[in-house]
């Protein structure tokens, strides 16, 4: 019941862009697109979150399109580091309470 | 600046045991969340909790799961009479806010129930 929809997996060359996809068609209201990722099996790690602009800090820039019903987050340039599972989530309301539901994400591999 | 900070890493627990993970969310920070992942699956959501009272707990089973988060010390999720199916890595997060700030994510706690 996620209310994201991501590429399962991509692959990206070290010091290109990555270009990471998710549609969120169903996103309402001022709900905020956030993005994390999980390095291996560690916590997951904040990356960045925007609501209508497009947003930039020092890990990378998400792009939202005007409609919101899609965003891209951008690494502008991959290391090997960046290998990981990108999650992007909308905070839905569900039960009268709101919430976040991670997808399965895209797998990110950054090659050499 | 400390961040989120979760013990014990790894729990062995035979089956019928009791399990209690903790989390001590980030300095400044009254919310925790918990969520538990599933080998090659996301982040399922259990509970948010903010300091003695739980807000949602839509995503915890019915039975054997209870979580807290007391006014004093860490926030505990406690699993009682473990089965097989409970092996996971369960994750606690905290926010300074509710849902409209971002939450930080502590290194986890791997359970296994053999």
């Known amino acids: 019941d996620a209310k994201t929809t991501q590429p399962p997996s991509m692959d990206c060359a070290e010091g290109r862009a990555a270009n990471l996809p998710c549609n969120h068609s169903?996103?309402?209201?001022?709900?905020?697109v956030y993005w994390y990722r999980q390095i291996h099996s560690q916590g997951p790690q904040y990356i960045i979150h925007?609501?209508?602009n497009n947003e930039t800090n020092e890990m990378a820039s998400l792009i939202i399109t005007e409609d919101r019903k899609s965003s891209t987050l951008i690494l502008p340039h991959a290391t090997l580091r960046d290998t990981a599972v990108y999650y992007c989530?909308?905070?839905?309301?569900?039960?009268?309470?709101?919430?976040?539901?991670f997808g399965t994400g895209t797998r990110l591999k950054v090659l050499a | 600046n400390a961040g989120v900070m979760q013990n014990p890493r790894h729990l062995v627990r035979r089956r019928g045991q009791e399990a209690r993970l903790r989390c001590s969310p980030m300095?400044?920070?009254?919310?925790v969340y918990w969520y538990r992942q599933l080998p090659e699956e996301g982040l399922k959501f259990m509970v948010y909790?903010?300091?003695?009272?739980?807000?949602?707990e839509s995503g915890m089973p019915k039975e054997r799961f209870s979580a807290e988060f007391p006014k004093e010390g860490p926030s505990i999720l406690r699993i009682q009479q473990v089965v097989r199916g409970d092996s996971a890595a369960y994750f606690c997060?905290?926010?300074?806010?509710?849902?409209?700030?971002?939450?930080?994510f502590g290194p986890g706690t791997r359970l296994t129930v053999t």
């Open positions: 997060a905290s926010s300074r806010g509710g849902l409209d700030y971002e939450q930080y």
């Open positions: 169903t996103i309402s209201g001022n709900e905020y």
């Open positions: 925007g609501l209508k």
């Open positions: 989530i909308v905070r839905y309301l569900t039960s009268g309470t709101y919430k976040y539901i």
């Open positions: 300095k400044g920070h009254s919310h």
């Open positions: 909790l903010q300091k003695e009272n739980i807000i949602d």
